[in-house]
Nanobody, 118 residues
Framework: VQLQASGGGLVQAGESLRLSCAAS????????MGWFRQAPGKERKFVSA????????YYADSVKGRFTISRDNAKNTVFLQMNSLKPEDTAVYYC????????????WGQGTLVTVSS
């Protein structure tokens, strides 16, 4: 599956952004989808994931209550709604896809930069 992330940008603290990740190739609805992020000089970290049906969602503690993941299987797209953004959310955000949550890092998109100014 090929993944194309978009929606990043420069915002001020407290504002919102919505990231999108469009998938093509294999059957999108068969995949668990997720988002990771990598801040400058740091390791890539898990942000959120969503089951193939959309019924199960998972979040890192640092984004719970502020970020919401969703998917539209008809449009082969997964979204990450990011509210109340903080400077520490600044990172390159990558979407990922895998057959299950344990192998979600099987496929990566190219990343989209989110910069949050204070």
């Amino acid at each position: 599956v090929q993944l194309q992330a978009s929606g990043g940008g420069l915002v001020q603290a407290g504002e919102s952004l919505r990231l999108s990740c469009a998938a093509s190739g294999r059957t999108f609805s068969n995949y668990v989808m997720g988002w990771f992020r990598q801040a400058p000089g740091k390791e890539r970290k898990f942000v959120s994931a969503i089951s193939w049906s959309g019924g199960g969602t998972y979040y890192a503690d640092s984004v719970k209550g502020r970020f919401t993941i969703s998917r539209d299987n008809a449009k082969n797209t997964v979204f990450l709604q990011m509210n109340s953004l903080k400077p520490e959310d600044t990172a390159v955000y990558y979407c990922a896809a895998g057959p299950n949550i344990a192998t979600i890092q099987a496929n990566w998109g190219q990343g989209t930069l989110v910069t949050v100014s204070s």
